[in-house]
């Protein structure tokens, strides 16, 4: 099944159970997705799903950071609630060793020995760790293997 079928799944098992909020949640993830759909003018893959999902996800840390700055814990809570339902959509996230293994393979590979070359090491590694990783972590991670390599 792809995640887009259970994506939906849930969605009409929600209206059904009368969960207002977890179905306000998944249809706002299935206009995004049909959004993405439309403008790429393509079949959606799992992968373009998940990247649909890291999107909003963004959007709700950032959400909830404002909110609970201007002291809204309401909506802060609304945000949270959101965040959890798209987060049960998201792979499994990685270890800390399988993403430093992940980053030092791609360095090997990529033959990179400054942090001049960290395009480089990313373009490899981004891939494999898209949606189970979090990119900005990653990234200072690659920096400081390539500054201390």
Same mark, same amino acid.
């Given at each position: 099944?792809?995640?887009?079928?259970?994506?939906?799944?849930?969605?009409?098992?929600?209206?059904?159970?009368?969960?207002?909020?977890?179905?306000? &949640?998944?249809s706002?993830?299935?206009?995004?997705?049909?959004?993405?759909?439309?403008?790429?003018?393509?079949?959606?893959?799992?992968?373009?799903?998940?990247?649909?999902?890291?999107?909003?996800?963004?959007?709700?840390?950032?959400?909830?950071?404002?909110?609970? &700055?201007?002291?809204?814990?309401?909506?802060?809570?609304?945000?949270?609630?959101?965040?959890?339902?798209?987060?049960?959509?998201?792979?499994?996230?990685?270890?800390? &060793?399988?993403?430093?293994?992940?980053?030092?393979?791609?360095?090997a590979?990529?033959?990179?020995? &400054?942090?001049?070359?960290?395009?480089?090491?990313?373009?490899?590694?981004?891939?494999?760790?898209?949606?189970?990783?979090?990119?900005?972590?990653?990234?200072?991670?690659?920096?400081a293997?390539?500054?201390?390599?």
């Open positions: 099944m792809s995640l887009e079928s259970r994506i939906d799944d849930d969605w009409k098992a929600a209206m059904k159970a009368g969960e207002k909020a977890r179905k306000d &949640a998944l706002l993830l299935r206009a995004a997705i049909k959004q993405k759909r439309v403008d790429e003018k393509l079949v959606i893959d799992d992968a373009a799903v998940i990247a649909v999902i890291e999107k909003m996800l963004k959007q709700r840390k950032d959400s909830i950071a404002q909110y609970e &700055a201007a002291k809204r814990q309401d909506l802060a809570d609304a945000e949270k609630y959101e965040a959890s339902v798209l987060a049960d959509y998201m792979p499994q996230g990685l270890g800390a &060793a399988e993403i430093e293994a992940i980053i030092v393979a791609a360095i590979q990529s033959g990179a020995k &400054a942090p001049s070359d960290m395009g480089k090491v990313i373009g490899l590694v981004k891939p494999q760790v898209a949606g189970r990783a979090d990119m900005g972590e990653v990234s200072k991670l690659v920096k293997k390539l500054s201390g390599a």
